[in-house]
């Protein structure tokens, strides 16, 4: 297969970028009526969300981009609107999705945390899917490498503008870990997820956001405020939030488990601390090469997934009402 897309389009005047939004967004609804119906939710209550979902997510990730990047629109604010040439940021997306499902389940009296469960795991096949439409606008490509890194696609593309150069595939990595999330939350959503309403909706935001924070450090075009990268340190304190609240919800677990309290939960807590750190000042203060940081953050968000299950898991010995999942 080429490096380089044959055309941005599949059919003037449809974008690659709009279908494989379209299609990754049509498999997440089908995959959450399914589980409409497992969890006896009414008849066609994520139809009904998805008419607001959708297109205010759409809004919010375009918000969000235009926001910390205006320099690209000043000098043509009408181009704020040409959503199909690209610029879409997640994390917007998903704040204007989770404030339209809250407002969405307060009208219709259902549990919040339960209509996310439902939602994240098509999500994260969605982002797997939509991150393709990157590659044919030629965006969210990575560093560039030279002959010692494997130059051939997916690994690596070759970027026209740059004079045919071999850059990161940062979009292909990124795909493939949104689909290693689906699979997992997948496979585990009957089991090892359900203890309590927003199980799963957590796990995606922190897996999710371990994965993004690595990802990010070798793109080429994040999305900064001054010298801080915004997703890298959303991510971080994204992780450390869930952190400690799985901290504090097991607390009993944990004191059981002095290895758990004393060890690995401090050092996933020192380890977030670092990313923080690091997303603020790191980049101004230590001249770490690429490798090194990445690293560095790839060893922080082991240890912070390890200081996760190491708080969660201990409950497996809980047992799960089916009537918890249930409205």
């Known amino acids: 297969m080429s490096s380089i897309p044959y055309s941005r389009y599949l059919i003037y005047p449809v974008t690659w970028y709009s279908f494989l939004i379209v299609a990754g967004a049509s498999l997440a609804l089908l995959l959450s ?15 009904d969300l998805a008419l607001w979902l959708i297109p205010g997510g759409i809004i919010g990730a375009r918000i969000y981009y235009v926001i910390f990047s205006f320099y690209q629109f000043q000098n043509d604010l009408l181009s704020v609107f040409r959503v199909w040439e690209g610029g879409l940021a997640i994390y917007g997306g998903i ?24 939602i994240v795991p098509g999500l994260a096949l969605a982002q797997s899917i939509g991150r393709w439409g990157n590659w044919f606008n030629m965006e969210a490509y990575g560093l560039p490498v030279n002959s010692s890194f494997p130059c051939f696609f997916p690994l690596a593309v070759q970027i026209p503008a740059e004079g045919y150069a071999w850059h990161l595939a940062t979009f292909f990595y ?17 089991t090892l997820l359900q203890r309590k309403k ?28 001054s010298s801080v990268r915004i997703s890298q340190l959303f991510s971080a304190l994204l992780c450390t939030f869930i952190l400690f609240h799985y901290r504090l919800s097991s607390a009993n677990n944990v004191r059981r488990h002095p290895f758990l309290s004393f060890v ?25 090469s690429a490798k090194h940081a990445v690293l560095l953050l790839s060893a922080c968000s082991i240890l912070m997934i390890i200081g996760l299950c190491s708080v969660y898991f201990p409950r497996r010995g809980q047992e799960v009402k089916n009537a918890d999942y249930c409205v």
Request: aromatic share 18%; hydrophobic share 55%.
């Open 264 to 288: 690995l939960f401090p050092l996933s807590v020192v380890s977030s601390i670092v990313i923080i750190f690091y997303s603020l000042f790191g980049h101004s203060l230590f001249s770490l």
């Open 174 to 190: 990124e795909s493939i870990w949104d689909f290693s999330i689906f699979v997992f939350l997948l496979l585990t959503r009957h």
């Open 33 to 47: 009526c399914r589980e409409e119906k497992r969890v006896q939710l009414p008849r066609d209550t994520v139809l």
């Open 198 to 225: 927003g199980d799963i909706f957590f796990f995606y935001l922190f897996l999710y956001a371990s994965g993004r924070l690595i990802i990010e450090e070798l793109r080429m075009d994040s999305l900064y405020a």
């Open 95 to 118: 704040i204007a999705g989770l404030l339209i499902m809250f407002l969405f389940c307060r009208r219709r009296n259902i549990p919040f945390l339960l209509l996310c469960d439902i």
